[in-house]
């Protein structure tokens, strides 16, 4: 116990500052607060798999939230039937012709041995496929696109439950994990980062621009929920009920019968979006729990042990046997696989799709903030990053505010220093982050919660 | 008539722009090289450091059109530049004293710095947010035109109009000047010289008395140039928009890399490679195919290989096909 004081200490401070805001903002606030967090924890337990476990830096990881949220889209959407029979064919043939392409490729690869030529058969295969895929498909895509634009306009999904899209969704996102992998995984670090960077930006240009896959920048809105709808709750009775016993001894304050009435419909109103974000917590702490003990699990065995010891000795490990390439492609795929459920599980719980809204600086870089404060290597370490960088950034716009009041209180309201501050309140947060990441990076570089290595 | 047509045509939409915009990459990648073949880390707040250069260009502009100060034909900006680049100078090295000169005598990874450098992409781009808001700001005054399209048809008679920009021309100029006096002095003078010899060996050029201190400090000036001119230009040519320049920032490390990174005149050469294949790529020929073949054989189609909205994409797809062929780059990488 005496052990882990300092975690069970960090994590209540972090419980307690998320019980404050639910006491002086309003719980709502909160709970959406702890909801973002927890997704934040998923996402930041994928990206301190790779960098934490085998120290592989992967700034790809907006790509990887991107496809989540896409398996999302793909999964709980009706199929617009219209656009399947308008272009259906035309995609599906195309899918077969890269399919075959790649076949081709991969033949032309095993049969014969490097040399000039097979690099000409190489690119002329792949140039004359492209063209054939873009002269088959585009007739398809513009009628796709031309079914109901304003409301549809592209294929539609499967129509399945979304809880499906967030095994789907760690699908796809290690499936593209394994191709970069392939690709990449053998470049020098910073090699790396840049690389998965620029991979995953065009990640995100093909699906900010292909509308009859995504539907692109015209979003698409209204997912189906796995939770109850706000709407819904207010008129059921059971949880009208609930409301009343949870406010018992307020609403029995209120003598006259209409004013309790309004005041429980209130009360219910505001109950039923607390309900649903309830649900959603429920939820996505299962997620973190069960992803949790798994890796934990995983740090412990002998798997994880090989890990540390690559991470720690690329070419000693190596010597021992240990297939270093093999295994760093595999965590590549464990790690961006989590960030793809946590993609599928933001978009879960938006209930909307928004491809413009995928930036890098969110996305990826306030991830490796999180990974990097919270201790990289610790798995509560990176959950508790992903829950005190997200609770500062979100809360860096009032403390922005309050220190700017402090410190402008001798100037006037009308003062153009002062109200030029309070407009520009909202990039306070960069200013913390920043801050923040430079200050842990240079005291405390192993972050608040330091990988241990307990033999057990 | 129609060939002729045909070339103004591909050098007014093509070769133009992919000049302007290659000598404003080219600007920017250099910075990204010289930081990593000297200072030995691949610098994530580029975009922000020009960003930031930008700003300090446009608040003195505003001051010096406040005092009614101006060139003329020429924008005001101009006048701006030397100030803005000691303004500038000054914030690199003040960052560099409190932040990268720690990790630096601690030997730390090029990673570490990596993320270090991450932490001043935030601060910057929080202080340039602050400073000036996130908002579109276009700060030219001056001749806006060389030639316009309708003046060129006029003299010359042809269909076809041609537009050059006098920013488009200033960009090109400038950026030619200072990449000359910059290789002149990277490869002439003692100071140079002992540049590419920290970056080649640092052991070896600390044995030959090479002073670290003073190496590092100058190649902060020198980045501090080439971030606010190139940074500058860009905002005169487009319009300077905090969030376009952190964008910037990839196609810039795609130059570098392409160019071999650690090779100045590599990343100069990339900057362009970027950006002529960002336009030949994007660029719809049909226009083109019509002047240049007989009306029988004119396409249905725009002709045009990618899509618009992949202009980056190409760019990021070039950068994997060379990390994959010739990880080092087209021009042998980290050799100053």
Known sequence: MRKNLNVIAAYSIMMGLIILVGIFQSWNIALSIFNLCLISAVMTMGANIQWGYAGLINFGIMGYTALG??????????????????????????????????????????????????????????????????????????????????????????????????????????????????????????????????????????????????????????????????????????????????????????????????????????????????????????????????????????????????????????????????????IFVLGSAIVGIAGAMLVTQDGLFTPGSYRPMRYTFLIWVMVIVGGSGNNFGAILGGFAVWFL???????????????????????????????????????????????????????????????? | MDFINAIILLLNYIFIPALTYGSQLALGAIFVTLIYGILRFANFATGDMMSFGTMAAILFTWYFQSLGVSLGVLPTALIAIPFAIIFMIFYMLLIDKFVFKYYRNQKSPPVQLAMVSIGVMFVTQAVVRIIIGPSDRRFFDGEKFIIKAGEFKEITGLNEGLAIKSTQILTILVTLILVTTLFWFLNKTKTGKSMKAYSDNEDLALLSGIDPKKIVMITWIIAGILATIGGTLYGLDKSFKPFTYFNNMLPIFAAAIVGGIGNPFGAFLGGYVIAFSEILLTYAYKKFFMYVLPESMEPDGLVQLLSTDYKFAVSFSILVIVLLYRPSGIFKGKVL
């Open chain 1, 69 to 330: 949220g896409l398996a999302a889209v793909l999964i709980s959407v009706n199929p617009v039937q219209e656009a399947w029979s308008a272009g259906g064919f035309n995609i599906l043939f195309s899918l077969f012709l890269i399919i075959g392409m790649i076949l081709a490729v991969r033949y032309v690869l095993k049969k014969y041995d490097k040399s000039k030529l097979r690099t000409y058969i190489i690119a002329t295969i792949i140039i004359s496929g492209i063209i054939l895929v873009r002269f088959v498909s585009e007739p398809g895509i513009e009628a796709i696109e031309e079914v109901n634009p304003a409301k549809t306009g592209f294929l539609g999904g499967f129509g399945l439950p979304i809880i499906f899209s967030w095994i789907v969704g760690a699908v796809f996102a290690g499936g593209l994990a394994f191709i970069i992998g392939k690709v990449a995984l053998g470049l020098r670090a910073d090699y790396l980062a840049i690389a998965t960077l620029l991979i995953s930006e065009i990640v995100i240009a093909i699906i900010k621009h292909e509308d009859w896959l995504t539907r692109g920048v015209k979003n698409v809105i209204g997912l189906k929920r796995p939770a109850p709808y706000e709407v819904d709750l207010q008129q059921t009775d059971w949880f009208i009920n609930l409301v009343e016993k949870f406010n018992f001894s307020k609403l029995n304050l209120i003598q006259d019968f209409s004013e309790r009435q309004s005041a429980l419909n209130q009360l219910v109103i505001e109950g039923s979006s607390i309900f649903v974000k309830l649900c959603y917590s429920g939820l996505f702490l299962v997620v973190v729990i069960i992803l949790l003990i798994l890796t934990q699990k995983a740090l412990y065995s002998p798997w994880g042990r090989m890990m540390r010891a690559i991470r720690d000795n690329e070419e000693a490990a190596n010597a021992m046997g240990k297939n270093v390439v093999k295994q760093h492609l595999l």
């Open chain 1, 393 to 456: 950034w979100i809360e860096a716009a009032p403390i922005g505010l309050y220190l700017v009041n402090l410190t402008t209180a001798g100037l006037e309201d009308t003062h153009f220093l002062k109200q030029h501050l309070i407009e520009s309140v909202p990039y306070f947060r960069f200013l913390m982050m920043g801050i923040g990441l430079l200050l842990i990076m240079r005291y405390r570089p192993k972050g608040i919660l330091p990988e241990k290595i307990e033999i057990k």
